[in-house]
């Protein structure tokens, strides 16, 4: 079973730069595909980022691409979403996601565990 456990949300105004990291233990960080996602109120969860196992294949949302970094320490077992230039419509709940499989998904139901989510709030 693995454990993630995610940080660095908070209040910034629009055009701030807030960095979050997702925390893993209980199973083989190295071998996991990591992503994360959001969920605004009222809204679907939706993907934002995504890291292979290696960090050599990453993958972004349109709306977060040029503006957010994903990248992962696999001797730390810690994946973090550096987001800069953001933006109101960035203000959702911050998931990081962990897939046991060999492939890069996008979806929501790619991944087999979950964090809490971290609340990111972007002020205009």
């Known amino acids: 079973q693995v454990q993630l456990v995610e940080s660095g949300g908070g209040l910034v105004q629009a055009g701030g730069s807030l960095r979050l990291s997702c925390a893993a233990s209980?199973?083989?960080?190295?071998?996991?595909?990591m992503g994360w996602f959001r969920q605004a109120p009222g809204k679907e969860r939706e993907f934002v980022a995504t890291?292979?196992?290696?960090?050599?294949?990453?993958y972004y949302a349109d709306s977060v691409k040029g503006r957010f970094t994903i990248a992962r320490d696999n001797a730390k077992n810690t994946v973090n979403l550096q987001m800069n230039s953001l933006k109101p419509e960035d203000t959702a709940v911050y998931y990081c996601?962990?897939?046991?499989?060999?492939?890069?998904?996008?979806?929501?139901?790619?991944?087999?565990?979950w964090g809490q989510g971290t609340q990111v709030t972007v002020s205009s």
């Open positions: 996601a962990a897939d046991q499989s060999d492939h890069i998904g996008l979806e929501r139901d790619d991944y087999d565990y």
């Open positions: 209980g199973g083989t960080f190295s071998s996991y595909v």
């Open positions: 890291i292979s196992w290696s960090g050599g294949t990453t």
